[in-house]
T-cell receptor, first 110, second 112 residues
Framework: GQQLNQSPQSMFIQEGEDVSMNCTSS?????WLWYKQDPGEGPVLLIA?????ELTSNGRLTAQFGITRKDSFLNISASIPSDVGIYFC??????????FGQGTILTVHP | GAGVSQSPSNKVTEKGKDVELRCDPI?????LYWYRQRLGQGLEFLIY????????KSGLPSDRFSAERTGESVSTLTIQRTQQEDSAVYLC??????????FGNGTRLTVT
């Protein structure tokens, strides 16, 4: 099925560093969303983007909906140990069906 | 309840047996989705319900997979004659139309 290309696959950083990850697609999406998943739990929504070019922040997180509607990035500033987890991008259709990236595994060393 | 509830949280079954997975969405959410997540992978779409109807079931991998929703609430995903390749976490999500999906914690299915 349709896939999003999410990179990097994994990141190992020091506490306090900034992090950037991105997703690209060959298809256009109506929405872009970023989720975080902790072990044994379902994905939790971090940021939702609804408009091409939109730049949205949620605390230390900032995400952008690419102007071509085929890409998005997520930045995390001043990382802390609890940022550890798997981050997924997802592109959405008009009725909410999501196509997910493969995930970025984030490890933060204190 | 406050969130999407799934049961059981874990299920171990023998190859060839049938299993039923249950999802209780957030009250009032008209849209309901089932996804599958294989180990170390992203989520794969299985089926979408709007009310009790399933306008998109394009992600169901074979005719061994079926799902239903009743009362615009509870949904069950049934896998018949399970195979080892069916081992995965099955996630349910619900939403109001046009709003982001809220996920449950999933059912981890292991087929031995």
């Amino acid at each position: 099925g349709q896939q999003l290309n999410q990179s990097p696959q994994s990141m190992f950083i020091q506490e306090g560093e900034d992090v950037s990850m991105n997703c690209t697609s060959s298809s256009i999406f109506n929405t872009w969303l970023w989720y975080k998943q902790d072990p044994g739990e379902g994905p939790v929504l971090l940021i939702a983007l609804y408009k091409a070019g939109e730049l949205t922040s949620n605390g230390r997180l900032t995400a952008q909906f690419g102007i071509t509607r085929k890409d998005s990035f997520l930045n995390i500033s001043a990382s802390i140990p609890s940022d550890v987890g798997i981050y997924f991008c997802a592109g959405g259709t008009s009725y909410g069906k999501l196509t997910f990236g493969q995930g970025t595994i984030l490890t933060v060393h204190p | 309840g406050a969130g999407v509830s799934q049961s059981p949280s874990n299920k171990v079954t023998e190859k060839g047996k049938d299993v039923e997975l249950r999802c209780d969405p957030i009250s009032g959410h008209t849209a309901l989705y089932w996804y599958r997540q294989r180990l170390g992978q992203g989520l794969e779409f299985l089926i979408y319900f709007q009310g009790n109807s399933a306008p998109d079931k394009s992600g169901l991998p074979s005719d061994r997979f079926s799902a239903e929703r009743t009362g615009e609430s509870v949904s069950t995903l049934t896998i018949q004659r399970t195979q080892q390749e069916d081992s995965a976490v099955y996630l349910c999500a619900s939403s109001l139309t046009g709003s982001p999906l809220h996920f449950g914690n999933g059912t981890r299915l292991t087929v031995t």
